[in-house]
C-alpha cells in the first residue's frame, strides 16, 4: 500500500518528509501487528522484548542494563519488569555486589513462553516477507544509514 493512499499527498513539504513520514507510519504499522501477535499471551511488545533480552543473557540484568538493550529506550524498564514478575515471567533478587541494584533473569514459565510464540514466529516474519532479500537488506542498509547521522 502506498503511503498517498493514507495521507494525502499535500500534507508531504518535500520527499524527505514523505520519507521520514513513510518510516513512522510503518514502524507503527508493524507495532500493530506485533500488539496483535502478542494479544494472546498478554504481553506487550515491550515486555517481550525484556523477555527476549534476559533470555538472550548468560547473567542475571539489572533495570538500567536491561534499558540500555530495549528498543524503545524510553521504557519505564522497571515498571515493565514489575508486570512481569506478576505475572510470573521473570525473577528479580537483590544484587550480591551492588545492594542498590536489582538483578532480573527470565522465569522458566517466561521461556516456556517465548518457546511458544517462537512456533509462531514466521508470522511475524511474514510481515517483510513481500520483500526480496536484495531489498531486504537495501531496507536495513538505509535505516542504519539514517542513524549514522547521530
Known amino acids: 500500500m502506498r503511503i ?7 500534507y508531504f513539504r518535500n520527499q524527505r518528509h514523505k520519507a521520514l513520514v513513510n518510516i ?7 507495532i500493530e501487528r506485533l500488539k496483535q501477535f502478542l494479544e494472546r499471551e498478554d504481553i506487550t511488545h515491550q515486555q ?3 523477555l527476549r533480552i534476559l ?7 539489572s533495570t538500567l542494563k536491561i534499558r540500555e538493550q530495549m528498543l524503545d529506550k524510553m521504557s519505564d524498564t522497571s515498571r515493565i519488569v514489575e508486570r512481569l514478575l506478576k505475572k510470573e515471567l521473570v525473577n528479580k533478587q537483590i544484587c550480591a555486589q551492588d545492594k542498590r541494584l536489582v538483578d532480573v533473569t527470565i522465569s522458566k514459565k517466561g521461556v516456556q513462553l517465548l ?16 520483500l526480496t532479500s536484495e531489498e531486504t537488506d537495501t531496507v536495513n542498509l538505509l535505516l542504519d544509514k539514517i542513524r549514522e547521522k547521530e
Open 48 to 50: 517481550y522484548n525484556i
Open 55 to 61: 533470555n538472550n543473557s548468560d547473567t542475571p540484568l
Open 24 to 30: 513512522l507510519f510503518t514502524s507503527n504499522w508493524i
Open 115 to 130: 518457546q511458544r510464540l517462537e512456533e509462531k514466529v514466521e508470522w511475524l516474519d511474514s510481515i517483510t516477507s513481500n
Open 4 to 10: 498517498e493512499k493514507e495521507i494525502p499527498k499535500s
